[in-house]
Every structure is written in C-alpha cells, then in structure tokens.
C-alpha cells in the first residue's frame, strides 16, 4: 500500500520560496504519475502541478507557470515542488496524489483518479 507523506510546508514571506516535498512509501513511486494540489479556506481544491512517472511530462496551472517547479527522484521515492516568488493566493495546504501507472498525468482528474493521497502541508505567505 503506497503511503504519501509531505514536508516543507511553513511561514514565507511575499516573494520568497519553498520547497515542498513528498515522501512515499510501502511502494515504489517510479511507477505512479504525481500531482500536486492545494485547497485554501473556503476554496475548492485545485491541481497546482503534475509530473509523469517517468518524469518526462509535466503540467502547471496557468496561475503558477514560470513560478513552480515539480521534479521527481525516483532513487529517493521523492517528488518536489520548487516554489518561487511565492504570493499570499499561494497560501494553501498542499497536496500530493498518486496515480498508478499511464504515461502522463492529469491537474483535472476524474474524481479518484489519483488513488493516493497525502495528509497535506500548510504553505503561508505573508509579510
């Protein structure tokens, strides 16, 4: 059973950076396409970025293209998000999914597409 967990959520200020990260394990992520989503209060959650499980495709929301960086080691069964020039709309929990299989990945699943879930990390910018 693949269990997700992300790290590196925490307090920035407008205009800094992250990185946030997602562990897996009991499973080898190399095989699962990776998304990363965001839910702030009284939001919907949102897909931010995903990444195929062979790292070759990748996709951004338009709100933070040339912004947000996703990248995956497989050797470390890790999937990174970079975020750059961080805004306070960023302010969110953010959300790693894994879906089995395919050869790339969806920011606009069917619902239980991504099989796997994490618990989520708290990203806040703010002066």
């Known amino acids: 059973q693949l269990q997700l967990v992300e790290s590196g959520g925490g307090l920035v200020q407008p205009g800094g950076s992250l990185r946030v990260s997602c562990a897996a394990s009991?499973?080898?992520?190399?095989?699962?396409?990776i998304g990363w989503f965001r839910q702030a209060p009284g939001k919907e959650r949102e897909g931010v970025s995903c990444?195929?499980?062979?790292?070759?495709?990748?996709e951004y929301a338009d709100s933070v293209k040339g912004r947000f960086t996703i990248s995956r080691d497989n050797a470390k069964n890790t999937v990174y998000l970079e975020m750059n020039s961080l805004k306070p709309e960023d302010t969110a929990v953010y959300y790693c999914a894994a879906h089995l299989g395919g050869t790339g990945c969806l920011l606009y699943p069917p619902q239980r597409w991504y099989e796997y879930w994490g618990q989520g990390t708290q990203v806040t910018v703010s002066p």
């Open positions: 009991g499973s080898t992520l190399e095989y699962y396409a």
């Open positions: 990444i195929s499980s062979t790292g070759g495709g990748t």
